[in-house]
């Protein structure tokens, strides 16, 4: 999840207190090394292994079947809807909530994290309640011929309501660490609300920005859960790659299952890598820019 | 351009910042508004910007209606405590920020800019920075830079909210003087926010003395040193002696010692306080007469260029702060522990209104 704080450098110190006796630090580090080969290490592998299992000509024909080939074009479809989106929802939650003091601040601070805290399911099936055949507003939108459940729309807007927090949550820390000191001193220098964003706003908070997107994306795509219940499951129509998964593999198409697995394993590997570059980026920018002062000695 | 605040109040919640605060500052002046920490300076300074709105009142520039303006219009030059300078830009480019968001129209040549900046910068004795981000500045540097940016868009007006606030005293004193004569040079009316108060006598043309959200007295430094208006005010501008007493009719009788009190001479019989400075109190080794206070020598501190003792009153064990001259504390031979006789020179009579 993305509760952790991206940009929080510190450098390894090895103090006193932590010299150990040798067998101690190695018995503990091979203890932290088993439980990661065994729990991260060896199913990475194995989804590898089985999607292999029969040559590298059954692995990418896997992908060349027109359901795969579907729910790999709708994943990149909702993600590419929903992550932009949530970057605007996130950047304007966060800015009200970091800059500014209204009343309702402290329920609007516990709204965002409702996503995190409620099973995906129930995220899926609120859409369906209101927009579903059965629904609040179903009747009126199947008089207007407008389909949200069973269709894009609805796949787009359960990603949205699990996804909306990356952003924002990243992005609400580092706003309020920061202060509005520097747009106050923007304002009065003249700078209209646009300028201020762009130039002060936006540079100061870019690393933060990138790494909630890069996590944002990493679930709009894997997301399971919200998105089986208002997907509706058609075949080569609304299955994303997560549920194409599920498929295959209820069908005991393993190959085609893990195959398909692979690819959102991919995608993982890649975010990691991203994130750690987006984090080597920001550590390099603030050693820049975020030197700690070294006395206030006038030369 | 002046400035002219009216009757201007404002509340956050149910606290109230500012109660009723009018104020007139000439064109040209550099004023100090000095309070303690909580009692609406920064709060006027900011309503003079622009940056908070006041529940009623209005702020006047050169005589014309300012109230509804905002702080983007108001062209005033801002100082911010903790500098607030962009952390992302470099100092050049901070400098030159205000002249890169002016609208098309007046916005300088890139090569106009260049010029500008550079002119601030000396303006500032940190040209050779330019380069630099604020995180590698030291404090003073990044005060100088703060200022180089507000001065460069060409204020009328320069807010500096506790300038001197997160410096160390030697950098802080360097920086008073530098500022003082700045000031002198460009000449642009300035108000600035401190809760220091040798800092707003040194400095300031004109002091504006606060305390919970109202303006107790404005004056010249000298003004407010010498006359101060309240018992606050004596408080608050050094350390102080309190004695108690009586005022009759014109005299305030304090212990053996009786102090003509002009101003008080239609009261009878009300209890009064009276104070002095610690350099204004008088040390002997012998009685010379009644008047005289027994004291005994506490605590000597002979560092810096006065010698402050610290006495314990024989009759009611409060403490008595004195500050002699090296000389004359080289004169007295005192002992440690010995019994003296001290007599103020001078008192400031307040009528104690609460009983």
């Known amino acids: ?11 390894p110190r090895i103090s006193q207190a932590s010299q150990e006796p040798w067998f101690v630090r190695w018995m503990l580090a091979g203890l932290a090394l088993a439980f990661l080969s065994l729990f991260l290490l060896v199913p990475l592998l194995a989804v590898f292994a089985l999607a292999l299992a029969k040559g590298f000509a059954v692995y990418f024909a896997a992908f060349n079947q027109p359901d795969a080939l579907s729910a790999i074009r709708l994943t990149l479809l909702v993600a590419a809807l929903a992550v932009p989106l949530n970057l605007l929802f996130g950047i304007a939650a966060a800015w009200a909530l ?3 003091e209204f009343r309702g601040k402290n329920v609007l601070t516990t709204l965002i994290d409702l996503p995190f805290a409620i099973s995906p399911v129930i995220s899926g099936l609120v859409y369906v309640l209101l927009f579903g055949l059965q629904g609040w507003l179903g009747p009126w939108l199947a008089e207007h011929d407008l389909k949200i459940i069973f269709a894009l729309p609805g796949i787009v807007l359960a990603t949205i309501f699990v996804t909306f927090p990356f952003v924002a949550r990243e992005l609400i820390p580092l706003m309020q660490a920061q202060g509005k000191e520097e747009e106050e001193a923007a304002l009065a220098l003249g700078a209209s609300g646009w300028h201020i964003f762009w130039r002060v706003t936006l540079p100061n908070i870019k690393w933060g920005l990138l790494y909630g997107v890069i996590l944002c994306n990493a679930r709009a795509m894997g997301e399971f859960g919200a998105v089986s219940v208002v997907s509706g499951h058609v075949r080569g129509v609304t299955n994303t790659l997560p549920l194409q998964v599920e498929i295959l593999y209820n069908e005991y198409n393993y190959t085609a299952a893990f195959a398909v697995a692979s690819l959102l394993t991919l995608l993982a590997l890649v975010t990691l890598l991203l994130k750690r570059l987006v984090e080597w980026q920001s550590r390099g920018e603030l050693l820049r820019t975020r030197k700690p002062d070294e006395g206030g000695e006038m030369e | ?19 009723d605060v009018s104020l007139e500052i000439p ?20 309503i003079i910007a622009g940056l908070e709105v006041a529940n009623s009142g209005d702020i006047f520039f050169h ?3 300012a109230t509804r303006r905002g702080p983007r219009e108001r062209r005033v030059g801002f100082v911010f405590q903790h500098y607030a300078l962009f952390r992302h830009m470099t100092v050049f480019e901070n400098v030159a920020f205000g002249l890169r968001v002016k609208p098309r129209g007046e916005r300088l040549s890139e090569e106009g800019i260049r010029k500008k900046v550079h002119e601030q910068l000396k303006l500032v004795q940190l040209d050779w920075l330019a380069d630099r981000y604020p995180a590698q500045l030291s404090g003073g540097q990044r005060q100088r830079i703060a200022l180089a940016r507000a001065l460069a868009v060409e204020p009328k007006v320069m807010l ?17 003087r530098w500022l003082r004569k700045l000031h002198d040079e460009i000449h642009v009316t300035s108000v600035f926010v401190t809760h220091d108060q040798e800092e707003a006598l040194e400095v300031a043309d004109r002091v504006v003395v606060m305390n919970h959200g109202k303006i107790i007295q404005t004056g010249t430094p000298e003004e407010v040193y010498d006359h101060p208006a309240t018992e606050f005010v004596y408080q608050f501008l050094g350390s102080v002696n309190l004695f108690h007493g009586r005022v009759h009719e014109g005299v305030a009788q304090i212990g053996g010692l009786a102090v003509g009190t002009p101003e008080y001479r239609d009261i009878s019989d009300v209890p009064a306080v009276a104070y002095a400075r610690p350099h204004e109190i008088e040390v002997e080794r012998i009685a010379s007469d009644s008047t005289q206070i027994k004291a005994v020598l506490r605590k000597v501190l002979s560092t810096g260029p006065v010698v402050r003792l610290e006495l314990q009153r024989k009759d009611n064990g409060e403490l008595i702060e004195v500050e002699l001259t090296r000389e004359r504390y080289g004169e007295l031979k005192l002992q440690h522990g010995e ?7 001078k008192l400031k009579v307040y009528l104690n209104q609460a009983s």
């Open chain 2, 1 to 19: 351009m002046s400035i002219e605040v009216r009757g201007v109040k404002k509340t956050f919640d149910s606290f109230v910042a500012l109660d």
């Open chain 2, 160 to 176: 500096l909210d506790e300038p001197f606030g997160s410096l160390d005293t030697k950098v802080r004193k360097e920086l008073r």
């Open chain 1, 98 to 100: 970091a800059k500014f």
């Open chain 2, 27 to 46: 064109s040209g002046e550099l004023v100090a508004l000095l309070g303690p920490s909580g009692c609406g300076k920064t709060t006027l300074l900011r």
């Open chain 2, 339 to 345: 019994t003296l006789f001290v007599r103020p020179r």
């Open chain 1, 1 to 11: 999840m993305a509760g952790s704080i991206a940009l929080d450098i510190r450098y």
């Open chain 2, 63 to 65: 005589g014309e209606d």
